[in-house]
């Protein structure tokens, strides 16, 4: 059995010396992007900058393939204007091809997007999949508050369907400032992130349109597989709210892929009752995530062994059609 993380993160310093200060990580500026020397996140910047030292922890880990995409929540690029965007994320992706070159039996690349200029977009999406050999689009939830299900994004879900990408949604933070206090832009700001995006995906129509789609969803999809009840409930009372959809909400939610990135056996357990161990793919957030992937995919008693096998590996290796 091949071991796949799907949720691993890189950097590229010239990036992030750009979109680090602008970053929900940094506190839009107002902490330092780069770690003090010594500290438990000097190590993990430089592990995010170097491919060599995440081969040497998948060795650690036990795992045999990563995916590796950039970490919006540190070096995303919506603030800046379309040309800068577009300049930014073609060096994330040419790193990301690098990184692969260097290790291409071991590593994955995904590839970002411009979103605020979509016809960039589009060009670069051709670019890194044809040119680059990149399989897997990483994208945030939202683009200046314009989430992916939205109308405007619509031609950019039509391109991943076209032409069998897999999509990685990862948020890439909140602007609120409330959510720095403590941390919880983090904490408790990515799971509803993604709860917005599900439900702008769902709502929209793009999952009713075009359910071929195949997306991973990070921290195990956020709030909302947990909390559906009420999005079931609201088409029953104001029924224009399913004018995209045929289904109740919560039965298109069976359509996406999940990591495991939960932290606690119960809540993957939860996850697994709800949308079944075969929607579901190891994901560790490496290198600020779980310290052991495996081990706690292999904690949750709700996994048969054809489960965990599946978890582990065989789902993720079936949507990167990995030979």
């Given at each position: 059995m091949t071991v796949i993380d799907f949720h691993a993160h890189f950097l590229e310093q010239g990036v992030l010396e750009q979109a680090g200060p602008r970053s929900v990580a940094s506190g839009f500026g107002t902490r330092p992007i780069e770690p003090p020397p010594g500290s438990r996140f000097a190590d993990i910047h430089a592990r995010m900058l170097d491919p060599d030292l995440q081969v040497e922890d998948l060795d650690r880990l036990g795992i045999d393939r990563s995916v590796v995409s950039a970490s919006l929540v540190v070096a995303g690029t919506a603030w800046a204007e379309p040309p800068l965007a577009l300049a930014l994320n073609r060096r994330l992706n040419d790193t990301a091809a690098d990184w692969v070159a260097r290790h291409p039996t071991r590593l994955i690349g995904s590839f970002t997007l411009p979103l605020q200029d979509l016809d960039s977009s589009l060009s670069e999406l051709e670019r890194a999949v044809d040119q680059l050999g990149l399989r897997v689009a990483n994208l945030p939830a939202q683009i200046n508050g314009l989430y992916l299900g939205a109308p405007e994004l619509r031609p950019l879900w039509d391109a991943i369907a076209d032409r069998g990408?897999?999509?990685?949604?990862?948020?890439?933070?909140?602007?609120?400032?409330?959510?720095?206090?403590?941390?919880?832009?983090?904490?408790?700001?990515?799971?509803?992130?993604?709860?917005?995006?599900?439900?702008?995906?769902?709502?929209?129509?793009?999952?009713?349109?075009?359910?071929?789609?195949?997306?991973?969803?990070?921290?195990?999809?956020?709030?909302?597989?947990?909390?559906?009840?009420?999005?079931?409930?609201?088409?029953?009372?104001?029924?224009?709210?399913?004018?995209?959809?045929?289904?109740?909400?919560?039965?298109?939610?069976?359509?996406?892929?999940?990591?495991?990135?939960?932290?606690?056996?119960?809540?993957?357990?939860?996850?697994?009752?709800?949308?079944?161990?075969?929607?579901?793919?190891?994901?560790?957030?490496?290198?600020?995530?779980?310290?052991?992937?495996?081990?706690?995919?292999?904690?949750?008693?709700?996994?048969?062994?054809?489960?965990?096998?599946?978890?582990?590996?065989?789902?993720?290796?079936?949507?990167?059609?990995?030979?």
């Open positions: 990408v897999v999509a990685f949604i990862h948020p890439d933070g909140v602007s609120d400032p409330w959510f720095q206090d403590y941390s919880l832009w983090n904490s408790v700001g990515q799971p509803i992130e993604e709860a917005k995006v599900l439900s702008s995906l769902i709502y929209e129509g793009v999952l009713e349109q075009l359910p071929a789609l195949r997306i991973v969803v990070s921290h195990g999809g956020g709030y909302l597989p947990h909390y559906f009840g009420r999005l079931d409930r609201n088409v029953q009372n104001m029924p224009d709210s399913a004018r995209n959809i045929s289904r109740r909400p919560s039965e298109y939610l069976s359509q996406l892929y999940y990591d495991t990135c939960l932290y606690e056996p119960a809540m993957l357990a939860a996850l697994v009752d709800r949308v079944g161990a075969e929607r579901i793919v190891m994901g560790s957030d490496y290198p600020v995530g779980e310290a052991d992937p495996i081990g706690f995919v292999e904690r949750c008693d709700a996994l048969s062994d054809a489960d965990r096998a599946a978890v582990l590996g065989a789902t993720a290796a079936r949507l990167l059609e990995l030979g």
